[in-house]
């Protein structure tokens, strides 16, 4: 149980256009899901965190304008990455926790490469 | 501030080896301390959760211990399998993870 999926699992893209990552939680109901960015070598950071029908709350210096999230419904959220730049390029990884339960079980990532 | 160390930052070892792992913490409104196992280029892969000193948790050749202060993983005699980078991730009051920078284990047969 407890199966997160991501998709795409990678993606190349051109500067400035926007790229929309998908994050399901197959087996159970996820009332709150979380969008992580990882650099090389580096450990995960948290941009931000939604619940299903609310609106997304951004860590700071995360530009929610640039990264746009929506969890319409208890199995999906989306990350867009609008105007996407070569900095962007990293590896971004969801998870998803169920309601009044305090584990969050994390997808397999998307690499997002920019050029 | 909340602040999560682990040490040591990599670790190299021989089959059988057993050897700890330390996640030291301070993190206010702990709600819980999860640890997390990762594989090049994978999401984290959930091992454990602790919530109070004094507690353990086991799983194969794994296992996890709390105090007020610090988490210890332990590694009974590793196998090759055993080889990813293990993430120590406290939780705030407000439920998000503190990710530690991991440490990187590599058991050679």
């Known amino acids: 149980g407890a199966v997160v999926s991501q998709h795409p699992s990678w993606v190349i893209c051109k500067s400035g256009t926007s790229v929309k990552i998908e994050c399901r939680s197959l087996d159970f109901q996820a009332t709150t899901m979380f969008w992580y960015r990882q650099f090389p070598k580096q450990s995960l950071m948290l941009m931000a965190t939604s619940n299903e029908g609310s609106k997304a709350t951004y860590e700071q210096g995360v530009e929610k304008d640039k990264f746009l999230i929506n969890h319409a419904s208890l199995t999906l959220s989306t990350l867009t990455v609008t105007s996407a730049h070569p900095e962007d390029s990293s590896f971004y990884i969801c998870?998803?926790?169920?309601?009044?339960?305090?584990?969050?079980?994390f997808g397999p990532g998307t690499r997002l490469l920019v050029l | 501030e909340d602040q999560v160390t682990q040490s040591p930052e990599a670790l190299r070892l021989q089959e059988g080896e057993s050897s700890s792992l330390n996640c030291s913490y301070t993190v206010s409104g702990l709600r819980g301390l999860f640890w997390y196992r990762q594989d090049p280029g994978k999401g984290p892969e959930f091992l454990f959760t602790l919530y109070s000193a004094g507690e353990e948790k086991e799983k194969e050749r794994l296992k996890a211990t709390l105090t007020k202060k610090e988490s210890f993983l332990h590694i009974t005699a590793p196998k090759p399998e055993d080889s990813a980078t293990y993430l120590c991730?406290?939780?705030?009051?407000?439920?998000?993870?503190?990710f530690g920078a991991g440490t990187q284990v590599v058991v050679t047969p």
């Open positions: 991730a406290p939780t705030d009051s407000w439920g998000k993870l503190q």
């Open positions: 998870s998803a926790r169920s309601e009044n339960q305090e584990t969050q079980y």
